[in-house]
């Protein structure tokens, strides 16, 4: 991560920036004014999650909103290729909102909820899922939030994948290989990670006829969440030599 000279201790969101200002919202405000006793002149270090730190002085607290005068302003700069993890949410959504913290922890462009013919969870919270996003965006001083993309069946991530990415499928196989036998650093990637009772024999034919890789993991039973975090850490591994 590049943030040049600035020094970060704690980091705030907003995307409420305009004209040299920003607000924080009631949630943010509560943490700053009530928590941290911060008042009017005190600097914060925020961010809109598309990639800008600022840092800015409190001028105005009211009863919802706390207003930030900008003094600065530096772009985080972002990664060379982008990983994107398509993965069918799990029975508990305790173990995916562990995933979408780790994953936006280590760096990660898109998080897509994939429903499979095996999933045994077919609903999302995409708003929970955003929240939980933002604060680990915050805690791990990332200028970016991952892109939680709306709920898609298998087959539309599938057939909609676009060929410009290499696309790989998790499964323990014969066929599987290594990334660092396959991928190319600074490549953009997406890989399909399958629900507990793992990937239907029609959906990985289905994702083979299309240009999916079947991708080792190593020779672990990986639960879900943890499939899908050691998918993100390897490629980000492989983009490090």
């Not at 639960?223 to 490090?240: D, G, M, Y």
């Amino acid at each position: 991560m590049n943030t040049n000279h600035l020094q970060i201790d704690l980091l705030f969101f907003t995307e409420l920036i305009s004209d040299g200002r920003a607000c924080l919202d009631a949630e943010e405000m509560r943490h700053a004014i009530t928590v941290l006793r911060k008042k009017v002149g005190d600097e914060l270090a925020f961010t809109d999650g598309k990639g800008m730190f600022y840092t800015g002085l409190i001028e105005k607290v009211t009863k919802k909103e706390t207003w930030l005068e900008i003094v600065s302003a530096q772009l985080q700069t972002p990664q060379p290729y982008q990983v994107n993890i398509a993965v069918a949410p799990t029975k508990s959504f305790d173990r995916m909102e562990w995933c979408i913290e780790k994953l936006t922890e280590v760096g990660i462009h898109a998080i897509i909820p994939m429903f499979c013919e095996r999933s045994e969870r077919q609903k999302w919270n995409a708003d929970r899922a955003r929240k939980i996003a933002i604060s680990a965006m915050k805690q791990s001083k990332r200028a970016y939030i991952p892109e939680c993309a709306s709920p898609m069946k298998f087959t539309e991530v599938v057939t909609n994948a676009t060929s410009s990415s290499i696309k790989y499928i998790a499964l323990q196989s014969a066929e599987s290989i290594s990334a660092g036998k396959h991928y190319k650093p600074g490549s953009d990637v997406l890989i399909l990670i399958g629900p507990e009772g793992d990937f239907t024999d029609k959906e990985i034919s289905m994702a083979s006829s299309v240009g999916f890789v079947p991708l080792s993991l190593g020779g672990s039973r990986l639960r879900t969440e943890t499939a899908a975090l050691v998918a993100a850490t390897t490629i980000h591994a492989l983009n490090q030599k």
